[in-house]
């Protein structure tokens, strides 16, 4: 299985500042399709994973342009450009390209 | 978009339990479903995967040979069926659309508690 790893596990932050978040697999994620399925979610405490970005970069609909997604091949990076109070939560990557689906361990954003 | 998951109760280890997950909002047989559960206070785990028609089925692991997942596209229902239940399968259980390569709709969760 591939294994999503995911850096730093706890990031806090202060209001208004940047954050990011690493998240590397095992092995490549380019699909034969040439697409890289790497998606990235938030989960807001008590609530249920909602996706933010998909195929490294694109953002989902409703999603603030404060986030966004790079990289490739293996090595791939949440941003989020100023932090406000509702971003509080635990970000994980998940990849799709190879069977099973896997997910990194979670990186829990709180405010400083 | 809703995906209603129902089912979940507390059980006794080496039981077992349906979960329901009802689609409404999307074209439900456009989309390959899966499940993933979260255990109290720990992360994501994907569990089980059903393609459109049904025809191909995925298991992790950790559920291969206990849990089965179905689908009825007529009732835009999915299913997983548990079998066997351990004290390590308490979690709440998501189901989830998927398009291509992601996992686009999730619903709210049904718990499942394994307990004696």
Redesign the interface.
């Known amino acids: 299985d591939v294994v999503m790893t995911q850096s730093p596990l706890s990031l806090p932050v202060t209001l208004g500042q940047p954050a990011s978040i690493s998240c590397r697999s095992s092995q490549s994620l380019v699909?034969s399709d040439g697409?890289i399925?790497l998606?990235w979610?938030q989960?807001r405490p008590g609530q249920?994973?909602?996706?933010l970005i998909?195929?490294v970069s694109n953002r989902d609909s409703g999603v603030p342009d404060r986030f966004s997604g790079i990289g490739s091949g293996t090595d791939f990076t949440l941003k989020i450009s100023r932090v406000e109070a509702e971003d509080v939560g635990?970000y994980?990557c998940?990849q799709?390209?190879h069977?099973?689906?896997?997910?990194?361990?979670?990186t829990k954003l709180e405010i400083k | 978009v809703q995906l209603v998951e129902s089912g979940g109760v507390v059980v006794q280890p080496g039981g077992s339990l349906r979960l329901s997950c009802a689609a409404s909002g999307f074209t439900f047989d456009d989309y390959m479903m899966?499940w993933v559960r979260q255990a109290p206070g720990k992360?994501?785990?994907?569990v089980s995967?059903i393609t459109w028609d049904g025809g191909s089925t995925?298991y992790?692991d950790s559920v291969k040979g206990r849990f089965t997942i179905s689908r009825d596209n007529s009732k835009n229902s999915l299913y997983l069926q548990m079998n066997s239940l351990r004290t390590e399968d308490t979690a709440l259980y998501?189901c989830g659309g998927?398009a291509?390569?992601?996992?686009?709709y999730?619903?709210?969760?049904t718990l499942v508690t394994v307990s004696s």
């Open positions: 699909y697409n399925y998606n979610f989960q249920s994973p909602r996706r998909y195929k635990v994980y998940m799709g390209t069977w099973p689906y896997t997910f990194g361990q979670g | 899966h992360g994501l785990e994907w995967l995925h992790a998501y998927d291509t390569g992601s996992i686009d999730w619903g709210q969760g």
